[in-house]
T-cell receptor
Framework: GDSVIQMQGQVTLSENDFLFINCTYS??????LFWYVQYSGEGPQLLLQ?????NKGSSRGFEATYDKGTTSFHLQKTSVQEIDSAVYYC?????????????FGKGTQLIIQP | EAAVTQSPRNKVAVTGGKVTLSCNQT?????MYWYRQDTGHGLRLIHY???????EKGDIPDGYKASRPSQENFSLILELATPSQTSVYFC?????????FGPGTRLTVL
């Protein structure tokens, strides 16, 4: 079945540090890849979609890149701020077995120290 | 104005009791989803629906039922609640590009 692996459970950085979170995926279908962000006390919300057309996506200073060869996609930001503290989920949309659904990674808790 | 709402926001239930979690969406999306969120597991899909009258099993459906009586409403039902079902539950509605999540329901089963 479909799977998304997100290994980093927690990342602690200081303001202005570089952020990198990696995910790998497995599917027999044709995936569409996303990053969702969840702020404390809220539901997840879409951060950005990675288009397989140009292998990239960007939003709010975040950039995501997709590598079909290694079936991986990562999220990065050059200079994180305290407001970026949140949980980040990678997700894959696929249509295998007739189901239109998202498969999420386990999430990465990002802690930014002032 | 919130497009996906959930009720109740917090619930304490007793083991063996029946619990119903409700979700309403004003996005006019055909697809709706129920997830649970647990530390170390992320978001896991319980049930989903493609429209009024349809329900499909997700990855962890055991112990849960779902009901979609209308385009706007999607309920998650725990007929016999157990402590292992203590969690935060999220409902979402979706189109071809995005899922929109509600604020979540924190359920504690004692």
């Amino acid at each position: 079945g479909d799977s998304v692996i997100q290994m980093q459970g927690q990342v602690t950085l200081s303001e202005n540090d570089f952020l990198f979170i990696n995910c790998t995926y497995s599917t027999t279908g044709y995936p569409t890849l996303f990053w969702y962000v969840q702020y404390s006390g809220e539901g997840p919300q879409l951060l950005l979609q990675v288009t397989t057309a140009n292998n990239k996506g960007s939003s709010r200073g975040f950039e995501a890149t997709y590598d079909k060869g290694t079936t991986s996609f990562h999220l990065q930001k050059t200079s994180v701020q305290e407001i970026d503290s949140a949980v980040y989920y990678c997700a894959m949309r696929s249509y295998t077995e007739g189901a239109d659904r998202l498969t999420f990674g386990k999430g990465t808790q990002l802690i930014i120290q002032p | 104005e919130a497009a996906v709402t959930q009720s109740p926001r917090n619930k304490v239930a007793v083991t063996g009791g029946k619990v119903t979690l409700s979700c309403n969406q004003t996005n006019n999306h055909n697809n709706m989803y129920w997830y649970r969120q647990d530390t170390g597991h992320g978001l896991r899909l319980i049930h989903y629906s493609y429209g009024a009258g349809s329900t499909e099993k997700g990855d962890i459906p055991d112990g849960y039922k779902a009901s979609r009586p209308s385009q706007e409403n999607f309920s998650l039902i725990l007929e016999l609640a157990t402590p292992s079902q203590t969690s935060v539950y999220f409902c979402a509605s979706g189109d071809r590009t995005e899922q929109y999540f509600g604020p979540g329901t924190r359920l504690t089963v004692l």
